[in-house]
């Protein structure tokens, strides 16, 4: 496995696959690596023989500075852990490799629209900065799969917009989102939690749950359905940052033609915000 910091390097090594033909699936990643990850990993190794891995903690998405410099950084157990898994490359270059002139100074991508609304108007900025650094890598990388987690919900409609708005010849892959044994979604953020919280951060996922069982006979109530759930986390220990009920389609309150709901949560445990989201049929 190459460890490679210099886009240059990277895209001599790109270039030497791609005139052999190689078809090449990657990953990005802010690192602290989980099972999660790992599972990105393994699907990518579905689609093509050349897997690559990046490892980059983006400064352009990070809205809040303390929550940028308190992100978990683990080089190089990660490296070890994507090395036993059979990549073939990882890419970990630093934000002066990445953002030469600085941020104030950097061309942006962003998706119209679907940027702005829910997650998006609560981190302004969020997904111009993931928008940004997604198409960065995969000019670098010009990978032919890209995996992201279902659990970034709007992340990854976001993403496949962008891909086809720019025309970028990729196909993206979404895959489920891995949960631990409670119930709880797999995060990089989890290792934050005291062994207090994680006995308590379960709690969000079914809270998620209950709602998607009642969310088909009572679509038309989802005020209440959201009322009752921030109710029930607060009580048990969650600050409750947001909680949505959309059409996945385009993130808008729902209507009589919608056939799906998504149910996107993000909820304080302590300081460690936690998201989960849940995709309910409405109508069989």
């Known amino acids: 496995m190459q460890v490679i910091e210099d886009p240059k390097l990277l895209r001599s090594e790109i270039k030497k696959l791609k005139q052999q033909g190689e078809l090449i699936s990657f990953i990005p990643t802010m690192g602290n690596l989980h099972q999660g990850h790992l599972t990105l990993v393994k699907e990518g190794q579905l689609h093509a023989k050349i897997t690559i891995v990046s490892i980059f903690v983006n400064p352009m998405q990070f809205n809040n500075a303390q929550d940028l410099a308190n992100y978990p950084k683990t080089l190089a157990e990660d490296c070890a852990q994507l090395k036993e898994a059979g990549v073939d490359i990882v890419f970990t270059p ?3 490799v990445i953002y030469p002139n600085g941020l104030n100074a950097q061309t942006f991508v962003e998706v119209p629209g679907i940027s702005d609304s829910l997650e998006g108007e609560l981190r302004p900025g969020h997904f111009r900065g993931v928008s940004t650094i997604v198409t960065k890598l995969f000019n670098l990388v010009q990978p032919d799969f890209a995996c992201f987690g279902k659990k970034d919900f709007q992340q990854l409609a976001v993403i496949k917009q962008m891909v086809l708005d720019l025309a970028m010849p990729i196909k993206i892959i979404p895959v489920e989102t891995v949960r631990e044994n409670s119930g ?3 995060s990089s953020r989890n290792s934050k939690l005291s062994e207090a919280e994680k006995l308590i951060a379960p709690k969000i996922a079914e809270v998620m749950n ?3 069982q009642n969310l088909p006979t009572n679509s038309e109530n989802c005020e209440q359905l959201i009322k009752d759930a921030q109710q029930t986390l607060n009580n048990s220990g969650f600050k409750t940052d947001e909680i949505h009920i959309v059409d ?3 993130f808008a309150p729902l209507h009589k033609a919608s056939k799906q709901a ?3 949560m993000a909820a304080f445990l302590g300081n460690t915000r936690l998201i989960d989201n849940l995709v309910v049929n409405l109508h069989q």
Do not use: K
Request: proline share 13%.
């Open 262 to 264: 998504v149910i996107l």
């Open 94 to 96: 630093t934000p002066e």
């Open 248 to 250: 996945p389609l385009t």
């Open 184 to 186: 709880l979604a797999m």
């Open 210 to 212: 209950n709602i998607g």
